[in-house]
């Protein structure tokens, strides 16, 4: 009876001993991510680690940041990232959680159902001062005279700074600062026959921080030929506009008063140019006269006969 009493507490024992190391197995089953590091460029800020494997089954995880008040008066207390916790691919975008110019303890814990797996935590804390920035992308163009610039808009954090100069010997370099990408911007009238080249670069006040400037691009503006020629050319066609178009109307005015009220102008067979009685003896006469010669050449014609 003893010896059973003795052999069911060492059973019982044995089991509570093995309970938790049976525990402890379940939990490491799941293995923690690796290969934490910080891809940043141009104030963007992904968080990468290798991915954890389990056949068959689909392994999310939970990034969680700590900024430097945190670590350095709440080290307990961790912030689970707005946009990873969980996430299911091996990346999370922490842009949105650094929000200041310190250092940010980052960590990350792979998660199957109800199984967590230990955190794994950046080696050196990120500090987003350290982010790469690369020239902005520009597209130089002409507005006529006008040469014309558009940024490629990286953001409310940048800024940029643009050179442009005329391309000749001894030209004189200008800068002109721009507050926002993706909007035209006018940045000199140029003279005809010459070309013009602009290069750009980012600022971040944040950080205060530069990047490299972009290859020059260049443009060229036409020369004054073409528009001499059509101005000449305006020029000549309002000169005729100017006398065509009165003269035009001057004759239409003449000839529409001629069809619709006629000048009747006499002959001058008709016209009368002497005093009415003057003119009846005038007639008088010549119609004597007439008769005194149709009577000669009847008595003529009767002396023939």
Known sequence: MVLEEISTSLIMWFSCALIPCLLIDAVAVLPAPQNLSVQSTNMKHVLTWSPVVVPEEIIHYSVEYQGEYESLYMSHIWIPSSWCSPTAGPECDITDDITATVPYNLRVRAVLGSQTSAWSTLKQPFNQNSTILTPPGMEVTQDGFHLVIKLEDLGPQFEYFVAYWRKES????????????????????????????????????????????????????????????????????????????????????????????????????????????????????????????????????????
């Not at 400037?213 to 030929?225: D, I, M, P």
């Not at 009368?272 to 003529?300: D, F, H, N, Y």
Request: aromatic content about 6%; some cysteine; glycine content about 8%.
């Open 170 to 305: 001894g030209a004189e370099e200008h800068v002109k600062m721009v507050m926002n990408g993706g909007v035209p911007v006018h940045l000199e009238t140029m003279e005809p026959g010459s070309a013009y080249c602009v290069k750009a670069q980012t600022f971040v006040k944040a950080i205060g921080r530069h990047s490299a400037f972009s290859q020059a691009e260049c443009v060229k503006v036409q020369g004054e030929t073409l528009p001499l020629a059509l101005a000449l050319f305006a020029f000549v066609g309002f000169t005729l506009i100017l006398v065509v178009v009165p003269l035009s109307v001057w004759k239409m005015g003449r000839l529409l008063r001629h069809a619709c009220c006629p000048v009747v102008v006499l002959p001058d067979t008709l016209k009368i140019t002497s005093s009415p009685q003057k003119l009846i003896s005038c007639r008088r006469e010549e119609v004597e006269v007439c008769a005194m010669a149709g009577l000669s050449s009847k008595e003529l014609l009767g002396v023939f006969i």
